[in-house]
């Protein structure tokens, strides 16, 4: 069964940073094009970066610029760089496939920012 498991957030002040980081034992990232995704309280979850098979990366305006999509193959690990962060990016943030598997959801990663 495929569970990912999400870490890296927590609680930062307005311009700060945070990585967020994203495994998964049966599911072989390089392979795959992997997604961020992130859920404001009382929204939808939206898709906020991607990285395909060849390493391209593509983001929503709203993040273009300030996040970074990586990932390392050899730890089978995807990474989401967050840098200049804002109230308005506090949400809690998700791994999946692009598109995403309903059933490979995992709890996802808390991230809130103080203005």
């Known amino acids: 069964q495929v569970q990912l498991v999400e870490s890296g957030g927590g609680l930062v002040q307005t311009g700060g940073s945070l990585r967020l980081s994203c495994t998964h034992s049966?599911?072989?990232?390089?392979?795959?094009?992997m997604g961020w995704y992130r859920q404001p309280p009382g929204k939808e979850r939206e898709l906020i970066a991607r990285i395909f098979r060849s390493g391209l990366t593509e983001y929503a305006d709203s993040v273009k610029g300030r996040f970074t999509i990586s990932r390392d193959s050899a730890e089978n690990t995807l990474f989401l760089q967050m840098d200049t962060l804002k109230p308005e990016d506090a949400a809690v943030y998700y791994c999946n496939l692009s598109p995403p598997i309903r059933t490979y959801w995992g709890q996802g990663t808390q991230v809130t920012v103080s203005s």
């Open positions: 049966g599911l072989v990232f390089s392979v795959n094009t």
